[in-house]
């Protein structure tokens, strides 16, 4: 399996749930908060994967990755924090978050 697939089933799932959340009423989620998470995600996502990568802790076997890269981190690796994005405020919403009890 390719990080490709993987990432776009990590999407995909967090995509549906989102649905899923707003068809069952959940409020729509602010999307300047939204968007101010993402992008302290991905730019965490951009120094910290690079550091460990430039560190020797991991890599990538070529064949598995698309080959397309932002510095040394692979597209790939920026999906899991926007599916985080996605699917955490959903999750909270169905699950009853922030509701008086």
């Known amino acids: 399996m390719t990080y490709v697939l993987l990432a776009a089933g990590f999407l995909v799932l967090a995509a549906a749930v989102a649905v ?3 068809r069952a009423g959940a409020p729509a989620a602010g999307w ?10 991905l730019v965490l996502t951009a120094v910290f994967d690079a550091a ?31 599916a985080a994005v ?9 699950l009853g978050g922030g509701r008086a009890r």
């Open 20 to 22: 899923v959340a707003r």
């Open 32 to 41: 300047r908060a939204l968007a101010l998470a993402a992008g302290a995600l």
């Open 52 to 82: 460990m990568i430039a560190a020797g802790l991991f890599t990538y076997a070529g064949e598995h990755v698309s080959g397309l890269r932002i510095g040394l981190v692979p597209v790939e690796d920026f999906s899991y924090p926007l």
């Open 86 to 94: 996605v699917l955490l405020p959903a999750l909270w919403s169905l």
